[in-house]
């Protein structure tokens, strides 16, 4: 029996034809997901960098900060001390007055000059305290940025990730939310730059 002869349809090349477009598709991906990658790894090496040399700056100027506070509580030491050395002259003073005598003028003097000591003890006490706390400000802000850094770079690791899966699986909707995830982290990175 002869079997009538139509269409035929070249099936392996068929197949062929269409591994070829899926190839070049997923080639396409690829090349759409190591671009974006490779601008993620970029940003997530300058944010890297950023956040390291924030928490280092923030860090001086915490040390700093400490430095001065330090120096402000001496100084609050040594108002004391003159504190106590003016009160011992008014003791001394009033001893004299009960006993009925003048006060010596050198007493007098030493009590007057411990007092205007005082003064300017007090005045560079709270000029080391303003630096101290403009300087732990500065430091508080360095930090806030760091943190802002810091998550960028964890936000472009995902995207990173996110965008390997992708390749692998030659998913688009892996790579979108890749793409997506980095578009998170670029936001995060600018955040410190804007809200100066």
């Known amino acids: 029996m002869h079997m009538p002869e139509g269409p035929e349809v070249d099936t392996d090349r068929l197949h062929e034809a ?8 997923g080639s396409t991906l690829n090349k759409q997901i190591a671009l974006t990658t490779a601008i993620f790894a970029a ?14 700056e923030a860090l001086v100027l915490k040390s ?12 609050w030491a040594y108002y004391q001390a003159k504190g106590i050395k003016a009160a011992v002259q008014s ?22 000059r ?3 000591e005082q003064q300017t003890i007090s005045n560079d006490a709270k ?10 400000s500065e430091a ?3 930090i806030h940025r760091h943190h802002k850094f810091a998550a960028a770079v964890a936000i472009f690791q995902v995207a990173i990730a996110l ?13 979108i939310a890749s793409f997506c995830t980095g578009v998170v982290a670029i936001i995060y990175f600018l955040l410190p730059f804007v809200s100066r």
Request: glycine residues 8%.
């Open 18 to 25: 269409i591994h070829e477009e899926l190839e070049h598709e």
């Open 43 to 56: 940003f997530a090496a300058v944010a890297s960098l950023l956040a390291g040399s924030t928490i280092n």
């Open 64 to 75: 700093e900060s400490t430095r001065l506070q330090g120096q402000a509580s001496d100084q």
């Open 91 to 112: 003791a001394i003073g009033a001893s004299w007055t009960a006993a009925g005598h003048l006060v010596p003028p050198a007493v007098d003097a030493a009590e007057k």
């Open 114 to 116: 411990y007092i205007a």
């Open 127 to 136: 000029k080391l305290e303003k630096e101290r706390d403009e300087k732990s």
């Open 140 to 142: 508080d802000e360095l």
């Open 163 to 175: 965008g390997a899966v992708g390749a692998l699986t030659r998913l688009r909707i892996v790579w």
